[in-house]
């Protein structure tokens, strides 16, 4: 059989068969004139590497078990490859988990009342958070570093809630970023907590010079009810340019425990 016929019979290149040939996968033989004829165990070979590229076997690892096929090395080629599907479908479980937990997210803040004042309770909750300070200039930029810092420990697409601790003592107004973190911490040294309780919440759409406002609400609502402020505001980016370019739809919360 030649280059041609037994390429179209498998729906690849003859370039492709070439390739094969070179990195030892298959060895046909040559006529007097110099065209390779290849015969059933060429055949055989290609039914294999097919088999195998369908459950994504790398073509070095397809080489070297072709050169050692017996019983007892395709039983534990095919457990690896069990086992490697077994990971993958679990990875996946995961990333489908991060995204519909970001999902999720938005269609809760989006139904949550803006600009107005409102009291919800929360669990404690662990962050992990810069130890200097920063200018809303350059809030994103530090959250950045603080991922790079720990992107073993959160989640590679930035998928992790985060934040900043307002520190209204300074002027203008300094940020300490945050990321939230799994309950399931593993740096647990490393690991600050949001206390349980109730906080008054406000919650805004738009830009960011919105914030000042915000508090000053909370302030007001907070006098009237009698409610002490126990902790720093925080402020939670909720939807940013991570999910549009138009900075009228980024939603924000700020948040401070009440007494």
């Not at 490859?81 to 479908?89: A, K, Q, T, W």
């Not at 995204?99 to 938005?106: A, E, G, H, K, S």
């Not at 810069?130 to 697409?157: I, R």
């Not at 939807?239 to 425990?257: A, K, W, Y």
Request: aromatic share 12%; glycine share 2%.
């Amino acid at each position: 059989m030649k280059i041609n016929e037994l390429a179209k019979l498998y729906d690849i290149t003859p370039h492709t068969l070439r390739y094969y040939e070179k990195i030892g996968l298959i060895q046909p033989d040559y006529d007097d004139n110099g065209y390779r004829n290849y015969s059933y165990k060429e055949l055989e070979q290609l039914n294999t590497i097919r088999d195998l590229r369908y459950f994504d076997v790398s073509l070095p690892d397809i080489v070297e078990y072709l050169k050692n096929k017996n019983i007892e090395r395709t039983k534990e080629l095919l457990r690896f490859e069990i086992d490697s599907l077994h990971r993958l479908i679990e990875e996946s479980k995961e990333k489908i988990a991060l995204l519909d937990d970001r999902l999720q997210l938005i269609y809760e803040v989006e139904d949550t009342p803006f600009h107005q004042p409102i009291v919800m309770e929360h669990q404690l909750r662990q962050v992990i958070k810069d130890d200097e300070m920063t200018t809303s200039d350059d809030v994103d930029y530090a959250l950045k570093q603080l991922h790079k810092k720990h992107e073993k420990h959160l989640s590679a697409n930035n998928q992790n809630l985060f934040g900043s601790i307002l520190h209204e003592d300074t002027d203008p107004i300094a940020y300490q970023v945050f990321y939230f973190y799994p309950e399931t911490a593993s740096l647990i040294n490393e690991v600050s907590t949001l206390p349980s309780g109730k906080y008054l919440t406000y919650t805004y759409q738009g830009g960011y010079e919105q914030q000042i406002i915000g508090i000053q609400e909370m302030r007001k609502y907070a006098e009237t009810h009698k409610l002490e402020l126990k902790s720093p505001f925080y402020e939670l980016y909720l939807v940013d340019f991570h999910e549009t370019n138009d900075q009228d739809e980024f939603i924000t919360r700020l948040e401070v425990l009440i007494q």
